[in-house]
């Protein structure tokens, strides 16, 4: 069918403000208003969506999922390059008026797979059982965000919940702050594959990543005021450990690093200042963090 023979081409779509929904989303002179009228085109594998600069006061179900090599992508445009030429903030928002939260999710997974967020900014989802990107109770994976904001309003940023598995994902040049947690998953698994790196933490209050998955690394992330920054909240199966390399721990309150086994989490060449059943990697520092302040000096 001629509809058929359109989706076997890997195909782009547009979603700004000033769009309809009504519209094809095929151009940016023809793009949808929402995420939503994106996605119910319907996407398929290997699609790109760009959204334009703007607040979008709405929550994205996943409707389909991606394949090996061929994600659904979707890219809050910036830089404004495939958009509106100006560029801007993208956020995406749990709350219709900036003061009160309308939607207790973001983004819903769905147990889609091979889905990709880029460039985006969330916020607004105040309740440790909801999340800003909610996989739920469907097993999720090759999930893939990068340079994406989160403010949690005290809410979380990514949770698998209950029995649901998150494998391959991951999360990189991101920044997060306000969260009680940023990652929390609730299923001991084996080698996860799950990757967070390259991301900065300011301001969460509780748990920063939270997991039972085996297989699970953090890498040269840096930490800033929180509870725990990594915590293995479960035993792990033999012959499992959850890697920390690299980081820098700041400002926590309670342990930078805990384990409810030792020999659950592995870390080294961190600036880390307190454990808990962890063993000190043999290239780690305890010292206090010592920031560049240069910033503050050199602001006009």
């Not at 001629?2 to 890997?10: F, G, K, L, T």
């Not at 095929?26 to 319907?42: M, Y």
């Not at 080698?191 to 209050?205: D, E, K, P, R």
Request: aromatic letters at 10%; hydrophobic letters at 35%.
């Amino acid at each position: 069918t001629p509809r058929a023979a359109r989706r076997a081409v890997m195909a782009t779509y547009y979603v700004g403000i000033g769009g309809n929904d009504a519209n094809d989303g095929t151009s940016w002179s023809s793009r949808k208003l929402t995420l939503n009228g994106a996605e119910d085109i319907p996407v398929a594998a290997g699609d790109t969506v760009y959204v334009g600069p703007g607040t979008y006061r709405e929550m994205l179900t996943c409707d389909v999922g991606g394949s090996d090599g061929s994600p659904i992508t979707y890219i809050g445009d910036y830089d404004g390059s495939h958009t509106d030429g100006v560029g801007g903030i993208v956020r995406v928002t749990a709350s219709n008026d900036d003061k009160v939260v309308a939607r207790n999710l973001v983004i819903n997974m769905n147990g889609k797979a091979y889905r990709t967020f880029e460039g985006f900014a969330f916020d607004g989802v105040p309740s440790a059982t909801y999340s800003m990107i909610w996989v739920g109770t469907y097993d999720v994976d090759h999930l893939t965000i990068r340079k994406c904001t989160f403010n949690g309003w005290g809410g979380t940023a990514i949770k698998a919940y209950q029995t649901a598995n998150l494998t391959n994902m991951l999360v990189e040049n991101c920044i997060a702050t306000n969260c009680n947690y940023f990652y929390d998953d609730g299923e001991v698994q084996d080698n996860s594959g799950n990757v967070i790196q390259n991301c900065l933490f300011f301001a969460n209050s509780y748990y920063v990543i939270n997991t039972k998955s085996g297989g699970f690394t953090v890498k040269n992330c840096s930490f800033y005021g929180a509870y725990k920054c990594v915590n293995v909240s479960s035993s792990l199966n033999a012959g499992q450990t959850v890697t920390v390399n690299n980081c820098i721990m700041h400002g926590v309150i309670n342990y930078a690093l805990t384990a409810t086994t030792l020999g659950n989490l592995v870390e080294d060449y961190n600036l880390c200042p307190s454990r808990l059943n962890v063993a000190t990697g043999a290239h780690s520092l305890t010292y206090v963090s010592l920031l560049d302040m240069r910033w503050a000096h050199e602001l006009l």
